[in-house]
């Protein structure tokens, strides 16, 4: 199945700092999810983004498909984007595999 | 304002009962999954379900867990009999198909002692 690779592990900000989080994949996807959880465990839709950049407020992202990989923009941080980023892909009709998740920590 | 529900939220229980999972997907989502959650394996994907037939439950260790969805409004996983390495975050989700945008309840927080 498909392997899903997120980098950094682990990433600690200063307030109103930029940062930039990858996720690789081992295959093709046609379906990618980039996910924020929040320290109460909740998973938060961010994007739905099988290709293409978009944009949401302070936080955008790209993937291109034709390279296996998406990327996750934070511009401006703040204490509450805090948190664990996950991003998730699968192909056809198999469903998400995660991957391991960027663990961001934004300090005041 | 559409949202996968999921009961209970939390669910303390002692090792060897039943522990039953309930999941409302949102209306009119065809596909329903369920994940795990642990520190050390991550999130990982135990059942789902498209159109209310199971599609794939390798994930799950059959002999103490089933899933079924007995109708398009319910959703449950099942533990039988429950055990301390089973404490975890248990998520289900819904979506349009499995290779459209999925969305996440609030997941069940189980420890079992």
């Known amino acids: 199945g498909i392997q899903v690779e997120q980098s950094p592990p682990d990433l600690i900000l200063q307030e109103g700092a930029n940062s930039t989080l990858r996720c690789n994949f081992s295959?093709?996807?046609?379906?990618l999810q980039w996910f924020h959880q929040n320290p109460w465990g909740q998973l938060i839709n961010l994007f739905y983004?099988?290709?293409g950049t978009k944009q949401n407020g302070r936080l955008s992202a790209t993937t291109v498909a034709t390279e296996r990989y998406s990327l996750l923009y934070i511009s401006s941080s703040q204490t509450t984007d805090s948190g664990v980023y996950f991003c998730?892909?699968?192909?056809?009709?198999?469903?998400?595999?995660f991957g391991k998740g960027t663990r961001l920590s934004v300090i005041a | 304002d559409a949202r996968v529900t999921q009961t209970p939220r939390h669910k303390v229980t002692e090792m060897g009962q039943e522990v039953t999972m309930r999941c409302q997907p949102i209306l009119g989502h065809n596909t329903v999954f369920w994940y795990r959650q642990t520190m050390m394996q991550g999130l990982e994907l135990l059942a789902y379900f498209r159109n209310r037939a199971p599609l794939d439950d390798s994930g799950m260790p059959k002999d103490r867990f089933s899933a079924e969805m007995p109708d398009a409004t319910l959703a449950t996983l099942k533990i039988q009999p429950s055990e301390p390495r089973d404490s975890a975050v248990y998520f289900c989700?819904?979506?349009?198909?499995?290779?459209?945008?999925?969305?996440f309840g609030q997941g069940t927080r189980l420890t079992v002692v």
């Open positions: 295959d093709s996807v046609n379906n």
């Open positions: 989700a819904s979506g349009w198909e499995s290779n459209t945008e999925a969305f």
């Open positions: 998730a892909g699968n192909s056809g009709n198999t469903p998400l595999v």
């Open positions: 983004i099988p290709s």
